[in-house]
T-cell receptor
Framework: GEDVEQSLFLSVREGDSSVINCTYT??????LYWYKQEPGAGLQLLTY?????DMKQDQRLTVLLNKKDKHLSLRIADTQTGDSAIYFC????????????FGSGTKLNVKP | GAVVSQHPSWVICKSGTSVKIECRSL??????MFWYRQFPKQSLMLMAT?????????EQGVEKDKFLINHASLTLSTLTVTSAHPEDSSFYIC?????????????FGQGTRLTVV
């Protein structure tokens, strides 16, 4: 399977920006996703980016994709305590358009 | 739209008993569903791919006889943990793929917290 890697923890203060990073190995990735998991719940899609895009902005969220380095990042501006959750990046390879590969998740802790 | 419902949300069972977890796609048909196990250190482990009308595909290291998967209809997949042991205690999550607004998404159930005592 593909390798999708993330750092495990990130701690920021309320109002600061958070940047969560993800690296992947598959150069044929079509879509790359960010999912959010709140405690005791399933995962919810936060945003996604198609592989032919470099950047996508959606309100407080900015996704940056560096295809050359196979690096994906999620920036959350003005981070709030309600943003505390686990964030998973995921990708779908072109050769298997029926399987998501998830990173290990980054636990974001927002301090008031 | 595009909701996946998982039931129960939590269950406590005795060692040696079996527990069934249901995963339903409420407003779309899902020929394929996925079952994950989430460990305390948060990573998701794909256990198996559930295929409607055929046998599930299990990931390496997952015991087929212990984690029985049945995908009897286009909207329902079940995971049965047989002869449960305390080490099976975990958070189990199902998902199904669906195209929404032209984008393929994975929709997840709410998860089931299994505690085996």
């Amino acid at each position: 399977g593909e390798d999708v890697e993330q750092s495990l923890f990130l701690s920021v203060r309320e109002g600061d920006s958070s940047v969560i990073n993800c690296t992947y190995t598959d150069s044929s990735s079509t879509y790359l996703y960010w999912y959010k998991q709140e405690p005791g719940a399933g995962l919810q899609l936060l945003t996604y980016i198609f592989s032919n895009m470099d950047m996508k902005q959606d309100q407080r969220l900015t996704v940056l994709l560096n295809k050359k380095d196979k690096h994906l990042s999620l920036r959350i501006a003005d981070t709030q305590t309600g943003d505390s959750a686990i964030y998973f990046c995921a990708e779908i390879p072109l050769y298997n358009f029926n399987k998501f590969y998830f990173g290990s998740g980054t636990k974001l802790n927002v301090k008031p | 739209g595009a909701v996946v419902s998982q039931h129960p949300s939590w269950v406590i069972c005795k060692s040696g008993t079996s527990v069934k977890i249901e995963c339903r796609s409420l407003d779309f048909q899902a020929t394929t569903m996925f079952w994950y196990r989430q460990f305390p250190k948060q990573s998701l482990m794909l256990m198996a791919t559930s295929n409607e009308g055929s046998k599930a595909t299990y990931e390496q290291g997952v015991e087929k006889d212990k984690f029985l998967i049945n995908h009897a209809s286009l909207t329902l997949s079940t995971l049965t943990v047989t002869s449960a042991h305390p080490e099976d205690s975990s958070f189990y999550i199902c998902s199904a793929l669906h195209v929404r607004a032209g984008v393929l998404e994975a929709f997840f159930g709410q998860g089931t917290r299994l505690t085996v005592v």
